[in-house]
């Protein structure tokens, strides 16, 4: 999962996200979790096209029935990633988020 993970493939980087936030095959780690989620949906939202919709706050709504990407669990694993997240943040430390935050973005530089 590591190596497809940093060449871009975003279910590798959904499972490392899971793999890391069970402590499945890895050490339990809510940072690496949340890093490899946060690129996970960076880049199955960078395969699909995307809408605006009144009063949605600063999520992105996904245009469902417009697939472009021919990839039908890509949403499903979106709106998994989200719900993680969400509750990875609530028991993540500030310096734990912005951590989190520095990884991805290294993860993301690879691809």
Do not use: C
Not at 89 to 104: F, G, V
């Amino acid at each position: 999962y590591q190596k497809t993970g940093q060449q871009g493939y975003a279910h590798s980087q959904f499972r490392l996200g899971q793999l890391f936030l069970q402590g499945k095959g890895v050490p339990a780690d809510p940072v690496r979790a949340y890093a490899w989620m946060i690129v996970a949906r960076q880049t199955f939202l960078s395969t699909m096209p995307l809408t605006d919709a009144d009063g949605a706050d600063s999520e992105t709504v996904l245009a469902v029935d417009e697939f472009q990407s021919g990839d039908i669990f890509a949403n499903i694993h979106l709106k998994l990633i989200n719900v993680q997240l969400n509750e990875l943040k609530s028991q993540m430390t500030a310096a734990q988020l912005q951590e989190a935050q520095n990884l991805a973005q290294e993860i993301s530089q690879f691809h």
